[in-house]
C-alpha cells in the first residue's frame, strides 16, 4: 500500500472544520466563473473528476447574477481562489467571496453533503462541522433557516451511511445503525458520525451571538454539541462575547475558542482563563501563555491544520522560538506546499514535540479544506514526517481525539472501540 493511501485508509477524527472553509474549489469555480463556455466548462470537470451538469445551470445562473449586480469582479475572484500562498487578510477576504456565493439554503445544502461525503471518503469516522448561522435578508434567509439548510445537507448524504443526530428524539439515524465495527475491519468503513459546533463570528453583535447560542440550544437534539468562536482575529474583541460563551456554557454546551491566532497576549490569557473545553490554533503564545496552556491541560488544536498557517502567524511563532527566519521561508507562507520541506519540517518538530513529549491534549485538524487545499489524511502524513512518528503512534493520536470530541458518551465509546479493534489488527 502507497503511504498515502495509508493515512487515507486510516480511521480519523476531524474536531475543527469550518463548513465553509471546507468548500471544495471546483464547486466555487463553477459558482465564480459564468463565461467559461460549455467545452472550457466540461474540461474542467473532467479535470477535477466531478459531475457538473447537475448544477451547472443553477450555478450558472447565481453567478451571472451576482456578476450584474456588481458583487463580483471574476477576474479579481478567480485570482484570489487559485491563489495557494494567502496572508490572514487574504485568507479572510477569500471567506466574505464564499460567504457571497454560499449563502443561499440551497447551496448551503449543497455544500454540507459535499464536505461530509469528502471526509467520509478519506475514512473521518466523526467529524464535529461547525459553522456560523448566516442571516441574508436578501434570500429569505435566518440563522434558523441556514442551520436547516445544514442539518438538510447531512440528510441528503446518500453514499455513505451518516449518524447526525444525537437522540431518538432527533432525526433519523441514516444507514444501518451497529455495523460500524464490522464495516470497519481492514479499514473501509461506511458509516460517519458528524455533530455540530454553531459559530459566533467576531464581526457580530452581542445580540447576534445570543441568538446563536439560543438556536444551538434548540437544536442540541439534532446534534449541535457546542458552541465556537471564530472569525478573523483581528477584527473585534472577544470579551464582547462572554456573556453569550458564559450562557451556553450554563446550558450544558461545550464551548471551544480561536485562541492565539493572532500575538494578542491579553486575550489569549483572558481566554485562557475561561477554560474552554478546547481552544484552536494557539500559534502565538508567548512563554507565560504558553506555560498557562499546559498546566491547564485544554486540549488544543496545535500545530494546528498544518497546511494553514497563515506568513504572519508563522513568522511570529517562529520567531519566538528564537529561529531565523530567511525570505524563502517566510515567502513559503503555506506549510502544505513546502518548498524548504525539511527545515519547515524540523521546525514544526520543535513546537509539536514539545506538546506531544509532555503529554500536552494534541488533535490535528484540517480547519479549511478548501481554503488552504488540503484534507485530514495530508495533515497526517505532515504530522507523521514532522512529528517523527509511526503509524502505530498515529493511529493513537486520532484515537486520543475523540476523549476530546463533544459527542455523546454512547458514540465515543463506540468509536473508542473501533480503534481498539483496529489497533489490534495493527499490532
Ligand atoms: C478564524 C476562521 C478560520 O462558519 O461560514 N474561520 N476563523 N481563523 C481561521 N483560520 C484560518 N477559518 C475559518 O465557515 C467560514 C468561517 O469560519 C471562520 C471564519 O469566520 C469564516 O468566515 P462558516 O461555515
Redesign the pocket.
Known amino acids: 500500500m502507497e503511504m498515502m493511501d495509508w493515512w487515507v485508509s486510516m480511521p480519523k477524527v476531524e474536531l475543527h472544520a469550518?463548513?465553509?472553509?471546507?468548500v471544495r474549489n471546483s464547486t466555487l469555480l463553477i459558482i465564480l466563473i459564468p463565461s467559461f463556455d460549455f467545452l472550457h466548462f466540461h474540461l474542467l470537470a473532467f479535470e477535477l473528476r466531478e459531475d457538473l451538469t447537475k448544477f451547472e445551470l443553477y450555478y450558472r445562473e447565481l453567478a451571472k447574477e451576482l456578476g450584474e449586480k456588481g458583487i463580483i469582479v471574476f477576474s479579481e475572484v478567480e485570482h484570489v481562489i487559485l491563489k495557494n500562498d494567502r496572508s490572514?487578510t487574504e485568507?479572510?477576504k477569500l471567506?466574505?467571496l464564499?460567504?457571497i456565493l454560499?449563502?443561499d439554503h440551497a447551496t448551503v445544502t449543497r455544500i454540507t453533503k459535499e464536505v461530509v461525503e469528502d471526509f467520509a471518503a478519506e475514512n473521518v469516522v466523526y467529524l464535529e462541522l461547525?459553522?456560523?448561522p448566516?442571516r441574508n435578508d436578501s434570500r429569505g434567509m435566518s440563522k434558523r433557516s441556514y442551520m436547516e439548510a445544514v442539518i438538510e445537507g447531512l440528510r441528503k448524504v446518500d453514499v455513505f451511511d451518516i449518524d447526525f443526530a444525537s437522540t431518538k428524539n432527533g432525526l433519523e439515524e441514516k444507514g444501518k445503525s451497529g455495523q460500524m465495527i464490522d464495516d470497519c475491519v481492514g479499514f473501509s468503513r461506511t458509516k460517519i458520525y458528524v455533530r455540530l459546533l454553531l459559530?459566533i463570528?467576531?464581526?457580530e453583535t452581542l445580540a447576534a451571538a445570543m441568538e446563536t447560542v439560543k438556536l444551538a440550544l434548540e437544536m442540541k437534539d439534532l446534534g449541535v454539541v457546542g458552541i465556537?468562536l471564530?472569525?478573523?482575529?483581528k477584527v473585534g474583541e472577544w470579551i464582547t462575547f462572554l456573556p453569550a460563551l458564559r450562557f451556553a456554557r450554563e446550558q450544558g454546551l461545550r464551548v471551544t475558542l480561536?485562541c492565539g491566532?493572532v500575538p494578542n497576549q491579553e486575550e489569549i490569557h483572558a481566554m485562557l482563563d475561561f477554560l474552554p473545553e478546547r481552544i484552536?490554533?494557539a500559534c502565538c503564545l508567548e512563554e507565560d501563555a504558553w506555560r498557562k496552556l499546559k498546566n491547564s491541560k485544554i486540549p488544543a488544536q496545535v500545530p494546528h491544520?498544518l497546511s494553514?498557517w497563515?506568513g504572519e502567524s508563522f513568522v511570529v511563532w517562529a520567531s519566538g522560538l528564537g529561529l531565523h527566519i530567511t525570505p524563502e521561508i517566510d515567502s513559503c507562507n503555506n506549510l502544505g506546499l513546502m518548498g524548504n520541506a525539511g527545515l519547515l519540517l524540523s521546525i514544526i518538530f520543535n513546537f509539536a514535540a514539545d506538546l506531544y513529549n509532555t503529554n500536552h491534549p494534541l488533535i490535528l485538524c484540517t480547519?479549511?479544506t478548501g481554503?488552504?487545499s488540503t484534507s485530514l489524511s495530508k495533515e497526517y502524513a505532515i504530522a507523521a514526517t514532522a512529528f517523527g512518528l509511526g503509524k502505530k503512534e498515529m493511529f493513537q493520536l486520532a484515537r486520543t481525539a475523540v476523549e476530546y470530541s463533544f459527542v455523546e458518551e454512547q458514540v465515543a465509546s463506540k468509536l473508542k472501540d473501533l480503534f481498539d479493534l483496529l489497533d489490534k489488527s495493527l499490532a
Do not use: A, C, M
Open positions: 469550518h463548513l465553509n472553509g471546507s490572514l485568507v479572510f471567506f466574505d464564499i460567504h454560499t449563502t461547525r459553522t456560523t448566516k459559530s463570528d467576531r464581526r465556537d471564530s472569525g478573523n482575529p480561536h491566532e484552536g490554533h491544520n494553514s497563515s480547519d479549511d481554503v488552504f
